[in-house]
């Protein structure tokens, strides 16, 4: 899934160039290569099919220059992830009904790529073998407010698989205190394993609006009516996440509990946390031209080449993309989506 | 006098682009043609000379169109303000040896022309008339300790001119507020007027030796042995300013007290103090397209067409040139030629 617009690293990512097509985090890779990447290490890469808004089709063949046209799917509207999986997996099971299929995100960061694949692996032969709908849950290291919890109870399925009780959105802190101390919980990641059969199965039940708009497309996903089809069907979707639609609902939910070094990357903050820092606490990418006097704690993002002096800032960022600069508290990050708000009120669309 | 590398606005002034030749307010033009423009109100258009280093004069014609070759003086190494003037003065006492001249560098702001075309207009008449050198002085408005100061006693000349008593450097905060009651200092503007003869005269007795190097070109200013002239004759001057070698040693020197609205630019501090601020104090140059939240009292500066946004800066000057970005707090502006020497020292002579 790469069809995410990220406002909250703007200026760096940019409607036209959003998160998961930038080397965020300064490696050389964007996320979507790395996630790319990733998945190249356990399915065959001719099965990896990137769902996409048509306006970002030509930077996931830039990106990702070994696809073919056919493993692009472009949706003509932002609809969420319930429309962009109901469209997956119907074309998918257009060309396997018995196939297996992972979904992901391919703005997150997975640093273990090794534990990231074993998990995979173990929750295919799962998928293949039960009536199930499998998600990804991160063992949590903190009582984050940023992420989605799920809980599970003691039912098991094949040794490690628990079966998930509730879904919980950002909790304030109390709560994800709560959630951490109880044992109960795992960050959701938004990761997902089935069967094709299982989810169109669940689509049907839950969201049989939406299930009727993909199921009517059944003899003309992979051939060369598929694009005009889904121009059409788009608009009739409502915009509703796979997990709203469907994973809260369903009773067929099991969770994986996973370690793998996964991170959302959802804000500056959490790019801060991961890069490296001095001993004061600032953190700088990528350029190597940055002079800090009395200054901590700040990161500095701003394309190569750029000379920054910095003088008495401490708990800043610093970021520059694109003739556009924004220099903010780190505690005040959150705020950069009313920025982005803003700049496009007073200054137009193209600056955002 | 326009051979200044004024580093104290780096990075908007460039050692190859020092604040002279910048629109360093905003007003759509820069301070040497500001400075121009002045002068053509009281003198004919080839009767302006402008003296800057061999490196600069692609940057005179740039801004100056108007002149031709012969009025642009290059230096060939960064002599200070004595060698200067005495290439101009003895250029100029060949072509005419009864000649009167004013002297003032290209860098400064005056706000009220008429007022400075009255005092430049009753200092040529004394000048012309009298064996002595004039000096410009500003009436002080506040204990600045930024500039020079000039005292005065009460011998009078052609009823408006003062003999000059003593001159002082920078002085500390308790010493400047002195100056300032005691109604006898005025501020020193670097602004001088006298004839050739008379100035001639005073590197005689109190400069022999770069008297001596620019006389023996008497024969070859304003011929095609010039430049070849003047690149040896550099060389053999040792670098003092017009201040300590003549000023404060002859006993001719004479001020004319003046008002015309005069600021030197110095520091971006001066900058601030005269530019339009909104009611919170903040000040942007020349971009339109800043958004500030909880901010105050800050200069932005920064080209035009750039979109800035700042949250949580108080007191801070925010400046961008030539993909260079400067942060600090306003009160920590006199460290910038530190900034400039480290950024040397570091990334090398091209980016200072």
């Known amino acids: 899934m790469a069809g995410g617009i990220g406002s909250r690293f703007w200026p760096v990512s940019r409607l036209s160039h959003p998160k998961q097509f930038i080397d965020i985090l300064g490696t050389g890779k964007t996320l979507i290569q790395q996630t790319y990447e990733r998945f190249t290490r356990t399915v065959p890469k001719e099965n990896i099919f990137i769902v996409t808004n048509d306006i970002y089709t030509g930077l996931v063949k830039e990106q990702l220059p070994e696809l073919n046209e056919a493993q692009i799917l472009a949706e003509p509207i932002m609809r ?83 079966k998930v009780k509730s879904f919980t959105e950002k909790p304030n802190i109390d709560l994800a205190k709560t959630f951490i101390q109880s044992g109960e919980f795992l960050w959701n990641a938004g990761i997902f394993v089935w069967s094709v059969k299982n989810i169109i199965k669940a689509f049907k039940q839950h969201l049989p609006e939406i299930n009727d708009v993909f199921k009517e497309g059944e003899n003309v996903y992979n051939t060369a009516g598929e694009q005009e089809f889904i121009q059409k069907a788009y608009y009739q979707c409502t915009n509703i996440s ?71 800032l401490h708990d800043f960022i610093v970021v520059e993309n694109n003739n556009t600069l924004l220099i903010c508290p780190r505690s005040e990050e959150q705020n950069v989506k009313q920025v982005v708000a803003d700049v496009k009120q007073r200054f137009g669309q193209e600056f955002i």
């Open 80 to 162: 969420n992830t319930a429309p962009c999986i109901a469209y997956g997996c119907y074309k998918i099971s257009q060309i396997n009904p018995n196939a297996c299929v992972i979904i992901a995100p391919s703005d997150h960061l997975i640093l273990d790529t090794e534990g990231f694949v074993h998990a995979i692996n173990l929750s295919l032969q799962t998928a293949a073998s039960n009536d199930c709908l499998i998600t990804l849950g991160i063992k949590p290291s903190r009582p984050d407010t940023g992420y989605g919890y799920i809980q599970f109870n003691s039912v098991i399925l094949d040794k490690d698989f628990h």
């Open 242 to 312: 796979i997990d709203y639609g469907i994973m809260e609902k369903a009773d067929n939910v099991y969770v994986l509990p996973s370690e793998f070094g996964w991170s959302d990357l959802g804000t500056w903050a959490s790019v801060y946390d991961l890069i490296d820092k001095d001993y004061v606490g600032n953190a700088v990418l990528p350029s190597e031209r940055v002079i800090m006097y009395d200054s901590s704690n700040c990161m500095v993002n701003v394309p190569k080449g750029k000379v920054v002096i910095l003088q008495g």
